[in-house]
């Protein structure tokens, strides 16, 4: 048993990928500050003030990720640019895969589960209505940055196994965009859609070993998304 922990995990790096991951998961105590100084009702916000306490957050966890990462990033960004089109073959090929998983996991659901899509998804969209331009920065830069670190260095600084990584990316970042919303088990199944994507940019982080190249698809990812539901 300890020969299998000690050759697919790095303890190492343990309390600091868990210390991360739980800042993560935690980030939303960042808006009693601003809650007291602007004497905010948290029960009773706009969807506008939302979307900035968003970008609030965002630029915290941004700080820390730096204060946790920064000589990390700076290798992997060198790393990445170093060999882009190399990254980026690799990139898009499991981005694609993804994609593609989630398209027809999402078919499957609305037509099979009669489902009326993602909750998280609905909600980011009345968010993107309400505040295009802040929500852009938010949607298509902050988070996807974020959410590469959150889930796919941290982890992957700690399990060694790329099936392993593969496996808990998907359920850490499925779980992340639907739990908090679900409210029936059809709910619970766009965790599938989600960790599809996670694991493949997992795997595609696994195989570069730079974390800017699922960065990058992300972005592109989040970006297209972005652009459609602003023209709907």
Known sequence: MFDFLEKNFNF??????????????????????PAKIFNLNLNNLSLNQLTYLNIYISVILILIIFGFYFKDLIKEFKSFTKQFWNNFDVGIKYWLLGLAVMFISNIILLTIFKSSGANNEAAVQSLIKANPAVMGLYTCLL??????????????????????????SFFFF?????????????????????????????????????????????????????????VI
């Open 12 to 33: 190492k790096n343990f309390i600091k990928s868990i210390s991360i991951i739980y800042i993560y998961f935690c980030s939303n105590i960042f808006v009693l500050i």
């Open 143 to 168: 988070a996807p940055f974020i959410e590469e670190i959150i889930f796919r260095k941290a982890l992957k600084d700690f399990i060694k196994n790329k099936w392993i990584l593969v496996i808990i």
């Open 174 to 230: 499925g779980g992340a965009h639907v739990l908090s919303m679900a409210k029936t088990f059809t709910d619970l199944l766009y965790i599938i859609p989600y960790g599809a994507l996670g694991a493949t940019f997992a795997y595609a982080y696994y195989k570069t070993d730079t974390v800017f190249t699922t960065v990058t698809f992300h972005i592109i990812h989040n970006t297209i998304l972005f652009l459609i539901s602003s």
